[in-house]
C-alpha cells in the first residue's frame, strides 16, 4: 500500500511538473525565425489584403535549392501566403471573385507558376490539393541587380484599375499583373446618384475630368457646386483647371485667381500652390 503511495504521488508530481512546463510554453514569447506581414490595398472599388510569413535567406541559396524549381511552394514560410479580396479583380487577366485565397507558386529558372488556391488557411504546401485550384497562369521571373535577403510581396505602380503585385527574393522579380473594370461600374454609379436629392456634384466632376469624360458636364456640375458654396477655393480651383482642360485659358485665370485669394485669406499653402500652377500654365509662364 506504501509503494502505491508513492506511485501515486510521483506521478502526480510528475503531470503537475508536464502541466508547467506546457503553460510555460504557452507564455513564452519568441521571435519567429520567418516575420509575419500583412499588407493591403485599396484597388477598384475594393481592397486587397495580403497575410504571409517573410523568410530570410541566411546566407543559403533558396529559389532552386532549398526551395526546388518545380514544386509546388506556400509563397513564404509558415502558413500559405493568404489573399483576401473584397472585390472582382483580375489576376494575370483572369477575373478572381471577392474571397479568401491561398497563393501557391511553381518557381522556375525560365518561368513560374502563379496558383490561387480556394483552401486559404492551410500549413505550408503539404495538404496542396490542385483540385482545389481556382486560378493557375503563369509568368516569367526578371533577375533584379540588388539581392533581396527578406522575401518581400509588394503593391507597385497602382492605379484605379490596374497595378502590379510583386514577389522579389534574392536576385529574382516576379510581377503579377493586376486589373479591374471599375469604369463601367463608376459611371453608373454617378448616373444613380444623380437621380437622386444629394447629387454628387463635386466629386462627379472630378473622376470627369481625371478620365477624360465629358468636361462639359464635369464644369457644370463644379459650378452647381459652386452656387453651394461660392467661397470655396478648392471648387474655385477645380473650376480652373477644367476651364483649363477645355482650352478656355482666360475663364481659367478668372477662377484661378478667385481661389487663390480665398486660399491667400485662410490660408491654405497647397490650395495657394495648387492655383498658381493654373495661373502659371494658363498665362504661359
Known amino acids: 500500500m506504501k509503494i502505491n503511495l508513492f506511485v501515486a504521488a510521483a506521478a502526480a508530481a510528475a503531470v503537475l511538473g508536464l502541466g508547467h512546463l506546457r503553460a510555460s510554453a504557452q507564455d513564452l514569447k519568441i521571435p519567429q525565425p520567418s516575420t509575419t506581414q500583412k499588407i493591403e490595398q485599396e484597388f477598384g472599388l475594393g481592397k486587397?489584403?495580403?497575410?504571409y510569413s517573410r523568410p530570410n535567406t541566411k546566407g543559403r541559396k533558396m529559389l532552386g535549392t532549398t526551395?526546388?524549381?518545380?514544386?509546388?511552394w506556400r509563397t513564404g514560410a509558415n502558413s500559405a501566403?493568404?489573399?483576401?479580396l473584397t472585390d472582382s479583380i483580375k489576376a494575370g487577366g483572369h477575373w478572381l471573385a471577392p474571397g479568401d485565397y491561398a497563393l501557391f507558386t511553381i518557381p522556375g529558372a525560365e518561368e513560374w507558376t502563379v496558383i490561387f488556391n480556394a483552401t486559404a488557411n492551410q500549413w505550408g504546401a503539404y495538404?496542396?490539393?490542385?483540385?482545389?485550384d481556382v486560378l493557375r497562369f503563369?509568368?516569367?521571373p526578371v533577375r533584379t541587380d540588388s539581392r533581396i535577403e527578406t522575401f518581400t510581396i509588394q503593391f507597385a505602380n497602382m492605379f484605379n484599375d490596374h497595378g502590379d503585385l510583386q514577389l522579389l527574393w534574392e536576385n529574382t522579380a516576379v510581377t503579377?499583373?493586376?486589373?479591374?473594370d471599375v469604369d463601367a461600374r463608376v459611371m453608373a454609379n454617378i448616373d444613380k446618384a444623380m437621380q437622386g436629392?444629394?447629387?454628387p456634384y463635386y466629386f462627379a466632376a472630378i473622376y470627369y475630368y481625371n478620365h477624360d469624360k465629358d468636361l462639359h458636364k464635369a464644369l457644370a456640375w463644379m459650378q452647381e457646386r459652386e452656387k453651394a458654396q461660392p467661397n470655396a477655393y478648392n471648387v474655385k480651383y477645380w473650376i480652373g483647371k477644367i476651364q483649363l482642360k477645355?482650352?478656355?485659358k482666360a475663364g481659367a485665370i478668372v477662377s484661378a485667381n478667385a481661389g487663390l485669394k480665398l486660399a491667400l485669406a485662410e490660408p491654405n499653402p497647397e490650395y495657394i500652390r495648387m492655383n498658381k500652377e493654373i495661373l502659371a500654365e494658363a498665362q504661359g509662364k
Open 81 to 84: 501566403t493568404k489573399v483576401s
Open 127 to 132: 495538404s496542396y490539393d490542385s483540385t482545389k
Open 197 to 199: 436629392d444629394k447629387k
Open 138 to 140: 503563369k509568368v516569367k
Open 48 to 51: 486587397i489584403s495580403i497575410a
Open 176 to 180: 503579377i499583373p493586376l486589373s479591374t
Open 246 to 248: 477645355l482650352g478656355d
Open 67 to 72: 526551395e526546388p524549381y518545380g514544386l509546388v
